[in-house]
């Protein structure tokens, strides 16, 4: 019961009633003073805010106006240092090719003066020594000459020229996208080559094993022929001695169509295997070198 007489205490509390502001005392208070004194202050507030804005928007104008500015240097700047650039490339594939040239001449009157001397010593060791040698050096330099001209022609096709100085982003990307293909057919052109080059150093390998191989064959079956044929010439047959020893025995009927005994008849055959193998591995020892050879060019 004392607990709930405590509960009903406690919400019995007196609740808080606000009161009304009271007047003060002695002037009166001008009410639409103070709205126009915070209208005012307002307004100076905004007039500030504004007049900062402004000057924020002045200025990044500005710090735009400069940047703008110094892209429009840096652009000249790049343009004028390509310029200065492509001009020093051009005096120095010019000057390149002076020294070229020059030393091509060096090189040509170096050469000459040696075929002179060479020619001038030669005079004195007989006419006829002389002209064949001069004819044979006149063919040989025509020869390089013409080698020499085939390869400058075959460069000069190939070397492409790279005007790019009047070209825009587009044309520029075109260019390099033209010159990526260019370097990727180049480049499967190498490996294709480097895979037909291993693949012929390896048939030219096998081959070369493959004659090392016939020629010791065809040296030994040579050899064992050879001793064979030696064989048979210093010892006779045993039934040829029979005969010489015993004319009777001859007239007996042990001998073949052709009036061969065994013994002979066996050894006849055996050289005919033998001629026909080593003539079987001679005509394959000559195709296998024809081979090589044509292999051998080929590179």
Same mark, same amino acid.
């Given at each position: 019961?004392?607990?709930?007489?405590?509960?009903?205490?406690?919400?019995?509390?007196?609740?808080?009633?606000?009161?009304?502001?009271?007047?003060?005392?002695?002037?009166?208070?001008?009410?639409?003073?103070?709205?126009?004194?915070?209208?005012?202050?307002?307004?100076?507030?905004?007039?500030?805010?504004?007049?900062?804005?402004?000057?924020?928007?002045?200025?990044?104008?500005?710090?735009?106006?400069?940047? %703008? $500015? +110094?892209?429009?240097? @840096?652009?000249? !700047? *790049?343009?004028?240092?390509?310029?200065?650039? &492509?001009? #020093?490339? %051009? $005096? +120095?594939?010019?000057? @390149?090719?002076? !020294? *070229?040239?020059?030393?091509?001449?060096?090189? &040509?009157? #170096?050469?000459?003066?040696?075929?002179?001397?060479?020619?001038?010593?030669?005079?004195?060791?007989?006419?006829?020594?002389?002209?064949?040698?001069?004819?044979?050096?006149?063919?040989?330099?025509?020869?390089?000459?013409?080698?020499?001209?085939?390869?400058?022609?075959?460069?000069?096709?190939?070397?492409?020229?790279?005007?790019?100085?009047?070209?825009?982003?587009?044309?520029?990307?075109?260019?390099?996208?033209?010159?990526?293909?260019?370097?990727?057919?180049?480049?499967?052109?190498?490996?294709?080559?480097?895979?037909?080059?291993?693949?012929?150093?390896?048939?030219?390998?096998?081959?070369?094993?493959?004659?090392?191989?016939?020629?010791?064959?065809?040296?030994?079956?040579?050899?064992?022929?050879?001793?064979?044929?030696?064989?048979?010439?210093?010892?006779?047959?045993?039934?040829?001695?029979?005969?010489?020893?015993?004319?009777?025995?001859?007239?007996?009927?042990?001998?073949?169509?052709?009036?061969?005994?065994?013994?002979?008849?066996?050894?006849?055959?055996?050289?005919?295997?033998?001629?026909?193998?080593?003539?079987?591995?001679?005509?394959?020892?000559?195709?296998?070198?024809?081979?090589?050879?044509?292999?051998?060019?080929?590179?």
């Amino acid at each position: 019961m004392s607990d709930t007489e405590e509960v009903g205490v406690e919400e019995e509390k007196p609740k808080f009633k606000p009161t009304a502001p009271k007047i003060p005392d002695g002037e009166k208070v001008d009410f639409d003073d103070i709205q126009k004194k915070r209208q005012n202050k307002d307004l100076i507030e905004l007039q500030a805010l504004i007049d900062a804005h402004f000057e924020c928007r002045k200025k990044e104008e500005e710090e735009l106006i400069a940047l %703008k $500015e +110094r892209i429009e240097k @840096r652009r000249a !700047e *790049r343009a004028e240092q390509q310029r200065v650039r &492509a001009e #020093k490339e %051009k $005096e +120095r594939q010019a000057r @390149r090719e002076e !020294e *070229r040239r020059i030393k091509e001449e060096a090189d &040509a009157k #170096k050469k000459a003066d040696e075929e002179a001397k060479k020619k001038s010593a030669l005079s004195s060791m007989g006419s006829n020594y002389s002209s064949h040698l001069q004819r044979a050096d006149q063919k040989r330099g025509g020869k390089k000459e013409t080698e020499r001209e085939k390869k400058k022609k075959i460069l000069a096709a190939r070397r492409k020229a790279l005007n790019i100085d009047h070209l825009n982003e587009d044309k520029l990307k075109d260019k390099i996208n033209e010159l990526h293909e260019w370097m990727c057919q180049l480049e499967s052109e190498k490996f294709d080559h480097m895979e037909r080059l291993k693949r012929q150093k390896y048939e030219v390998t096998t081959l070369r094993k493959r004659v090392e191989e016939l020629s010791k064959l065809c040296s030994r079956t040579g050899i064992a022929l050879m001793s064979c044929r030696s064989t048979a010439r210093r010892e006779p047959p045993p039934a040829a001695e029979s005969r010489l020893a015993c004319p009777a025995a001859a007239q007996k009927p042990n001998c073949d169509r052709l009036g061969h005994t065994p013994d002979e008849a066996t050894h006849t055959v055996a050289k005919v295997v033998a001629q026909k193998k080593q003539a079987k591995l001679r005509f394959t020892l000559q195709l296998t070198t024809h081979v090589l050879k044509h292999a051998t060019r080929s590179f």
